[in-house]
């Protein structure tokens, strides 16, 4: 929803009806993931995409139906060998898409949402899309430190509410399933919980040209991107257009600093570019034994990734915590300008994070996407 919630809050402040679809499960290679949102606005506009063009048709007219009626809509978009065309989803996967009237009666909280996602403030909204009739659509929205709204059962409120803040935390977005009132091992209710968290960090260390395209692709990939370097002659916001911000620090005080604030997790992305053993090696030492940390890359010729595997033994890393680095960093990729260097990167941080291998597609048999 995060695409489209500034269309959908407008109608909605202006007293219109919409349809939003969202994509609440996807199996083997779907096109899109779970969150992904379409509208059907009230003079008939299509708004975002649910599959990247093989089922909008479908959806459109489900959203049609649904703003007639009223009454929400769980459907599967699948298809096999014979009927693919037939059913329009022509990739070979299969998702599952919730279709529900979106007004000031049925989501309250929409206003508080759309403020919170683009403020960045963490939030959960929790939506029953499976289960007793009167039950569908009923929401619970999220925050670390409250709730509103309700699915229908205090029970399943706040089993709602624990499993949502754990998702909200990863940043992730997931089907739960209960009983009709919050049993945990029981059947009958589906609830979607879509995690609006903030954005990811990408800190970029070594302020050289390298950086400068590595912050310009991580803030296309969604990251919210620091870079830091200790030279202030070179650390300055208008060689970094790409960055959300520049710091002027020594590198390891800078990360240490973050860590012990909090605001280094599971999915922020560390890129090493400063290949000077005196900024990198104090650095990935620190880098290195944080409990949690998504990719830590560093960059440098075969020689000096020998030098530095040497220094941070000297200084005591382990060979277990040096396995978590990529040295040197990205994929192999023939890269050799700033803006390839980034891409191959880039690549490598996408493959680790989805399990991909890197190879070429034409090579491979099989689905495209992993499990």
Known sequence: ??????????????????????????????????????????????????????????????????????RPVLQRYGVSDDDAFAVGLTCGGIIDIFVEKVDRTTYEQLATVADAIRSGSPVAVATVVA?????????????PDRTEGGTGSDRLDDAVRDDARGLLDAGRNAMLHYGVDGQRRGEGLDVFVESFAPPPRMIVFGAIDFAAAVAKIGSFLGFRVTVCDARPVFATASRFPGANEVVVEWPHRYLKAEAEAGRIDGRTALCVLTHDPKFDVPLLEVALRLPEVGYIGAMGSRRTHEDRLARLREVGVTDEEIARMSSPIGLDLGARTPEETA??????????????VGSRLAEREGPIHSA
Not at 33 to 54: H, K, R
Not at 347 to 353: G, P, Q, Y
């Open 343 to 356: 891409v191959s990167i880039a690549a490598e941080m996408i493959a680790l994070h989805w399990g991909g």
């Open 131 to 143: 289960g007793p009739a009167e039950r569908l659509g009923k929401r619970l929205v999220i925050w």
């Open 1 to 70: 929803m995060r695409d489209v919630v500034d269309q959908l809050e407008g109608w909605w402040k202006n007293g219109q009806t919409a349809a939003l679809a969202t994509v609440v499960g996807t199996y083997s290679s779907a096109p899109r993931q779970p969150g992904a949102s379409m509208l059907v606005g009230p003079g008939g506009e299509a708004v975002g995409s649910v599959s990247g063009g093989c089922v909008e048709g479908a959806v459109y007219e489900l959203g049609q139906q649904v703003l007639s009626d009223g």
